[in-house]
């Protein structure tokens, strides 16, 4: 057997290349976001649960993952730099076939969010549009280290909220729960932001202007910091003019944690951001769950 032969490409994906492709850790955010739509529509569940866990899976394994398939695509060559072990550049997923993943699961996204009736389909159609417009030229939002993570920020948790309010009522959620789903997707502009840290070199070297590249880590933390602390602070202050005193009391002292957290993560921004994605960010999901019950329980 020559040397050509052993080392030919793969002319197929391996399959657990293609699971991580589609990087099932970052399902979640969507598909909490959505469950607090759901909790924040007031409405019974009763027979509802076809719907609701219809809506979770469109959420996250198949928008969320064409999502992350798209911007793997998209982003290949600075992968090549940042993490060369990755599924494409590594050539587990060889020649086109992770653009064929992602166009397919587009397919798949229209395909499912249409069996949840106008609101579903139509938030649907807006997250496909947003999952490219993020990663794709010549538009590549990622590029703007502002207006990439806002993008990620109101795709991955004010959409999916305001879709599953909206699925379970049949129609537009009241004016509170689109300000709190708003205002907690302003929010998640600082957890994109860190996670930005992890590309760091390669964004530097293609072009990248991540908050992080243009401002440095240290004020880049500083900024995802206010920027996640700012929208939370309007959120315990609506809740408290809202006649919801308990609620917003929790979602402060979550508030608190994580100031505490985020003393620790600006000693050392980009050691410590791996390490506030795994403490801040579960406090501040857990008060978004907190305020979604204040909401169920006002209508």
Sequence with gaps: MS??????PRRWPEP???????????WFPPMWAYLCGVISSGVPLGGQWPMVLLGVLLAGPIVCGMSQAANDWC????????????????????????????LAMSVLSLFV??????????????????????????????????????LCGLAYETLPWITGAAVLAAGAPSMNVLIIAL????????????????ALEGDAKMG?????????????????????????????????????????AAVTLLLIAQIAAMRVLLRD???????????????????????????RNMI
């Design 208 to 248: 990248v202007n991540s908050l992080p590249v243009i401002l440095g880590p240290d004020r880049a933390a500083l900024v995802a910091c206010w920027g996640m602390a700012i929208p939370q602070i309007a959120v315990i202050a609506l809740l408290f003019s809202w006649g919801k005193p308990l609620h917003a």
């Design 16 to 26: 657990a290349a293609m699971l991580w492709l589609i990087k099932p850790i970052t």
């Design 75 to 102: 982003d290949r060559h600075v992968d090549a730099i940042n993490e060369p072990d990755r599924p494409i550049p590594s050539g587990r997923i060889p020649g086109r076939w992770g653009l064929w993943i992602a």
């Design 269 to 295: 921004p980009k050691a410590k951001a791996p390490w506030y994605q795994g403490t801040g960010i579960t406090l501040y999901v857990a008060g978004m769950m907190i305020a979604a019950f204040a909401l």
């Design 3 to 8: 040397l050509s032969t052993q080392i030919a």
């Design 113 to 150: 969010g249409w069996q949840l009736g106008p609101w579903g389909f139509g938030a649907t159609i807006l997250g496909v549009l947003a999952a490219w417009a993020y990663s794709v030229e010549p538009i590549r939002m990622k590029k703007s280290g502002w207006w990439g993570p806002g």
């Design 183 to 198: 205002l907690y997707g302003l929010g998640a502009h600082g957890i994109m932001t860190l996670n930005d840290f992890k």
